[in-house]
Nanobody, 115 residues
Framework: QVQLVESGGGLVQPGGSLRLSCAPSGTIFSIYRMGWYRQAPGKQRELVATITNGDNTNYADSVKGRFTISRDNAKNTVYLQMNSLKPEDTAVYYC?????????WGQGTQVTVSS
C-alpha cells in the first residue's frame, strides 16, 4: 500500500516561512490532483491549496498571496511554500493525492506559528 510521506513542518515565528513536502512511498499512476489541507484544534479539515495535472491551482482565500503550491511530476512530489505565516495558520497539514482509482492522505505534519 502506497503511503504519503510529509516533511517540513515545525515551529516558526509570525512572519516566517516554511516549506512542506509530500512524496509517495511508491509509484502512483494517473494522478490528476495533488493538494494540501489543514485542521486546526476544534475545527474541521479545510482545503489550503490544490494543483491539477494541468498545473491549475486553487487556494483558500486565507492563504492567497502567501502560500504557493507546486509539484514535481517526475517524483510525484507536491510542495507548499508558506510565507508570511500567521498564528491562525497553526494546524496539522495533510497532503492529498487523487488518482483515477484512489485517494491518498498523508499522516499530517504539525505547523505552529508562535512567538
Amino acid at each position: 500500500q502506497v503511503q504519503l510521506v510529509e516533511s517540513g513542518g515545525g515551529l516558526v515565528q509570525p512572519g516566517g516561512s516554511l516549506r512542506l513536502s509530500c512524496a509517495p512511498s511508491g509509484t502512483i499512476f494517473s494522478i490528476y490532483r495533488m493538494g494540501w489541507y489543514r485542521q486546526a484544534p476544534g475545527k474541521q479539515r479545510e482545503l489550503v491549496a490544490t494543483i491539477t495535472n494541468g498545473d491549475n491551482t486553487n487556494y483558500a482565500d486565507s492563504v492567497k498571496g502567501r502560500f504557493t503550491i507546486s509539484r514535481d511530476n517526475a517524483k510525484n512530489t507536491v510542495y507548499l511554500q508558506m510565507n508570511s505565516l500567521k498564528p491562525e495558520d497553526t494546524a496539522v497539514y495533510y497532503c492529498n493525492i487523487v488518482s483515477i482509482v484512489q485517494t491518498y492522505w498523508g499522516q499530517g505534519t504539525q505547523v505552529t506559528v508562535s512567538s
